[in-house]
């Protein structure tokens, strides 16, 4: 947003700390956000900045709830069926989920993978290099990671790449929930998303603090057939997944700051 | 909801302390961009960040 928005904005990085949250039927893990913005930038700027931060789609997402989500399951015997967003009957389930581990994920724009059409207009505002942490079992783990906006595919945008974290989580859930699910080797999880919305209205969107709603079919495929997995499992379990919950209800961001390193 | 025939996002286990996702999966898009997420265990160290991890990650992208 800072670059189309024509702030002086020189650098940015973002760091998450990333905790467990044990609460009953709490999501099961909380961010802290940390945006740092180098450049000679106003205290307005800042705030439009901030503002854009805590809109991004992917925030949205996370932290007030924006995804409208159809479910449907489909058993191997053929039967396809929607979930309701009833919770009246749900069956509880023995299983546990395993505590989020803590840790933490910076983000760093790549400043030299912004793209420019001839005139000189930004098109894209380039990559991220995305450094995750956390805590293992035998020792701290590292990985990187890239994302943003880039012509030529190298990197995948934010929000598929969150979705990509939201389709982990529930096959995760499900395998750990349904455990005869898991080892039968036929559990899958795919997402349908309507064609993408252009990037300089999600911008705007964050620009000046709209939540927009985006809808998603989960098309969940499980084994045997509804007598075998009756829905109402599946249901009870999709209710437990994390990020599930950080999508319906938001509530993941602990807390946040943006501050501004001048030169 | 949906026409399309593939999907945009494909995730399943592969045993019981990893998934794998594919993100980009249906034609015509940028992509197809694989990752491998860890389900936190007691007897194994996880292989991948926990899928909490790669939505955040976005975040911070």
Known sequence: MAYRGNIALEDITVDFEVEPVDLPNAIGFGVRELVTLKGRITESERVRLERASRFCPVAQA???????????????????????TGLESLPQLDGALPNTPSGSVRGQHLLDTKEYDQSGKMEREGEAKISVSCENLTRTSRWILLGGHSSDGWVPPPFPLAHGGWAASTAS???RLLPEVGDANSLNVELYMPAGRNRGASQSNAAEGIVAHRKVLRRITVPGSPSTFPIETVQAALHRDPISL???????????EVVVESY | ?????????????????????????????????????????????????????LAVAAWAA
């Not at chain 1, 950080?246 to 946040?256: E, I, T």
């Not at chain 2, 999907?7 to 998934?19: D, K, Y």
């Not at chain 2, 940028?30 to 991890?53: A, R």
């Open chain 1, 173 to 175: 859930t499900l395998s």
């Open chain 1, 62 to 84: 996370l932290t007030k709830g924006s995804m409208q989500i159809e479910d449907e399951v489909r058993w191997a015997s053929g039967e396809v069926a929607e979930i309701s």
């Open chain 1, 246 to 256: 950080a999508y319906r209800n938001g509530g993941v961001l602990l807390h946040d």
């Open chain 2, 1 to 53: 909801m949906v026409d399309q025939v593939q999907p945009n996002i494909i995730a399943r286990p592969v045993g019981r302390e990893s998934v794998l996702t594919v993100v980009g999966a249906q034609p015509g898009s940028g992509g197809p961009w694989s990752f491998v997420t860890g389900i936190p265990h007691t007897g194994l160290d996880i292989l991948g960040p926990p899928s909490q991890y």
